[in-house]
């Protein structure tokens, strides 16, 4: 593969011109090592973006080839270093949790995480230490049910999906009030003016759609887009598949589970662009039978998160069928520029997720075996 230049000043050049970078001058020492780096930095770049950026309907599309501007080094540019770890197999009550976490992060990078099975919700300090727990299980005020999702409102309190309701705390875990929403829905977003979006399940069908409710939790209107796909069904009864809505920089994204595209829609829901990349999502298996619909394991694209103001991270889960009974499962994730270009891979190690991006560029992973456990990370790219 070529590059874009190549390394013109090794390190056994500068000794053999006898360049002491001990006895010259601050300004001249850090010109050097920073000219030093950029040079390596642009080793590791492709010379040209593979892509192709058009108008499809009115809508601009940043259409993405393979393999990315990192090229064949996108698997070693990319390292994380661990800053603390949440969650233990023996130990005190509130570090040890049940096998699905939700995990949500405040502007002074405090962590909220909502251990479904055991029915409670917890704040970790930014240095990962406890500092309370409320909930249990039951259906009274303050209690859960079916606890799924967690986030943020723009006034600061903490909501907790539990079924088709919405709990609120303040941030010292006292509970405020309830919400019921119209319908079942599987996850939410909270709108910077306190709207909530949340996304509904698909009847006859893959996919998704959405719904806009008041900060009271009233039916405003529904999303104007919606995702289907696979067969259909000839009965009634509900069939979902993949999808999230993302909120970031006030515009609302979508990773289509289906197939790679991820669709960036202004607050009302019009959409204003397409990223996508040439990667097969292999569709699911379905058993449809006379009254009931099976699925199997299959990719899975999104949701996308995004570091700081620099990247955007989508998630893809790739399943591999061994035998009748075996599927080998992994996670990557595929890192986008400003410019919505492919940069590379990153594979994650195996029984572990990204679930959130902090303000401050903090990665937080959710690891399942051997235990449940959060582990914050910073980002190092070579």
């Known amino acids: 593969m070529m590059y874009a230049c190549q390394l013109a000043l090794t390190f056994d050049t500068i000794l053999r011109k006898r360049i002491y970078i001990g006895k010259i001058m601050m300004k001249n020492n850090l010109i050097i090592i920073l000219a030093i780096l950029t040079m390596f930095a642009a080793c590791g770049t492709k010379e040209e973006w593979e892509g192709e950026i058009y108008k499809e309907h009115g809508v601009m599309v940043v259409e993405n080839r393979d393999p990315g501007l990192w090229g064949e080094e996108a698997g070693d540019k990319v390292q994380f270093m661990e800053d603390f770890s949440i969650g233990k197999y023996e130990g005190e009550d509130y570090l040890m949790f049940v096998r699905y976490l939700s995990i949500v992060v405040d502007s002074e990078l405090n962590l909220y995480l909502l251990d479904r099975g055991n029915h409670r919700l917890l704040k970790f300090s930014n240095k990962g230490n406890f500092i309370w727990q409320t909930g249990r299980k039951g259906q009274g005020p303050g209690e859960f049910q079916y606890p ?5 409102s723009p006034s600061g309190e903490i909501a907790v999906q539990d079924g088709s309701a919405l709990h609120f705390y303040t941030m010292d875990g006292d509970f405020q009030r309830t919400l019921k929403l119209r319908g079942s829905f599987m996850n939410f977003t909270i709108l910077p003016d306190g709207r909530i979006l949340t996304t509904k399940m698909m009847r006859g069908q893959l996919g ?5 409710h008041s900060k ?3 039916f405003l209107k529904k999303f104007p887009d919606e995702y289907r796909y696979g067969p259909k069904f000839s009965f009634g009864g509900g069939a979902w598949y993949g999808g999230e809505f993302k909120l970031y920089d006030n515009k609302i994204y979508l990773s289509l589970p289906g197939h790679y595209e991820i669709r960036e829609y202004d607050l009302e829901g019009k959409i204003l662009g397409k990223i996508r990349r040439d990667l097969k999502i292999k569709q699911p298996e379905i058993e449809i039978k006379e009254n009931s619909v099976t699925f199997h394991l299959s990719d899975v694209s999104g949701p996308c998160f995004f ?12 399943v591999e069928k061994k035998d009748e009974k075996k599927y080998e499962l992994k996670k990557f994730m595929d890192f986008f520029n400003q410019k919505k270009q492919f940069l590379g891979t990153y594979q994650l190690p195996e029984n572990q997720t990204l679930a959130a991006i902090d303000s401050e560029g903090h990665f937080y992973f959710i690891q399942w075996e051997p235990y449940p456990k959060v582990i914050r990370s910073k980002l190092i790219l070579f």
């Open 216 to 218: 009271e939790g009233q």
């Open 148 to 152: 799924r999702e967690i986030s943020i």
């Open 208 to 212: 998704l759609s959405a719904e806009y």
């Open 307 to 318: 570091y700081k103001n620099e990247m955007m991270i989508n998630l893809v889960n790739t």
